[in-house]
C-alpha cells in the first residue's frame, strides 16, 4: 500500500496568513493527488485534485503543487472559515490512503 | 448533480453486523464508483471499500477483508455496506462517496453526510 504522510500534524496561523501544508508519497503517483478540507462534524470537502486543479466552487486563495513524490497545499491569505483539518490522499492505486490530517488552527 | 443521502446512526452490540445505506439521485447510478470511508472519533480517514456497478467489480481493504461486504441496488440506486462481527474498534462514522473515474478527476468529489456507528456491550 502506498503510505502518505502529512506535515505538520497541526499549526496555528491567524487571519490572513500564508499557510503551507505539506503531504509525501511512499512511491511514485505521478500527479494522482487529491486534497480534502474537513469541519467538525461535516463530510470531507474536494479542493484540489490531480495535485493542481481546483474544484468547481473552491476560492482560489487554495492552490495545489507538487515536486516528484512531494506535494504542497498552499492557502495564501488564510480566512476564518479556513480553519479545519486538511487530508491527503492518493488516487495513483488501490487501495486508497489518506494522510492523517493537518490541522489549522487559530493563533 | 449526484447527491448522495445514507441511513441513520446506528448503536450495535460487539459480535452483531449493521448495514448501512447510502442512496443516490442524480445522474446515472451503474456509472459511479461508490466507495466507503470511515473515521473514528478524533481520527482520520480510512477506505472501507468499492462498488462500481457497471463493471461488476467490488474491492476492500485488506484489514476488513472477510467482514464488510458491499453492494449496490440499480433499481433503487442505493448502495449498502454491511460489516459483521463488529468490535468496539469498528465505531466510527461512515461515509459513502462518489468517487470518479475519468482523468483528472479521480477524487471523492460527492459525499454523503456521514452514518454514526457505534458498537458498545
Known amino acids: 500500500d502506498i503510505q502518505m504522510t502529512q506535515s505538520p500534524s497541526s499549526l496555528s496561523a491567524s487571519v490572513g496568513d500564508r499557510v503551507t501544508l505539506t503531504c509525501r508519497a511512499s512511491?511514485?503517483?505521478?500527479?494522482?493527488l487529491n486534497w480534502y478540507q474537513q469541519k467538525p462534524g461535516k463530510a470531507p470537502n474536494l479542493l484540489i485534485y490531480?495535485?493542481?486543479s481546483l474544484q468547481s466552487g473552491v476560492p482560489s486563495r487554495f492552490s495545489g503543487s507538487e515536486s516528484g513524490t512531494d506535494f504542497t497545499l498552499t492557502i495564501t491569505s488564510l480566512q476564518p472559515e479556513d480553519f479545519a483539518t486538511y487530508y491527503c490522499?492518493?488516487?495513483?492505486?488501490?487501495?486508497?490512503?489518506f494522510g492523517q490530517g493537518t490541522k489549522v488552527e487559530i493563533k | 448533480q449526484v447527491q448522495l443521502v445514507q441511513s441513520g446512526a446506528e448503536v450495535k452490540k460487539p459480535g452483531s453486523s449493521v448495514k448501512v445505506s447510502c442512496k443516490a439521485s442524480?445522474?446515472?447510478?451503474?456509472?459511479?464508483?461508490i466507495s466507503w470511508v470511515r473515521q473514528a472519533p478524533g481520527q482520520g480517514l480510512e477506505w472501507v471499500g468499492e462498488?462500481?456497478?457497471?463493471?461488476?467489480?467490488?474491492k476492500y481493504a485488506q484489514k476488513l477483508q472477510g467482514r464488510v461486504t458491499i453492494i449496490a441496488d440499480e433499481s433503487t440506486s442505493t448502495a449498502y455496506m454491511e460489516l459483521v462481527s463488529l468490535r468496539s474498534e469498528d465505531t466510527a462514522v461512515y461515509y459513502c462517496?462518489?468517487?470518479?473515474?475519468?482523468?483528472?478527476?479521480?477524487?471523492?468529489?460527492?459525499w454523503g453526510q456521514g452514518t454514526m456507528v457505534t458498537v458498545s456491550s
Open positions: 462517496a462518489r468517487r470518479g473515474s475519468t482523468w483528472p478527476l479521480e477524487a471523492f468529489d460527492i
Open positions: 442524480g445522474g446515472t447510478f451503474s456509472n459511479q464508483a
Open positions: 462498488n462500481i456497478p457497471i463493471l461488476g467489480t467490488t
Open positions: 512511491q511514485t503517483i505521478n500527479s494522482y
Open positions: 490531480a495535485a493542481s
Open positions: 490522499q492518493q488516487s495513483y492505486s488501490n487501495p486508497w490512503t
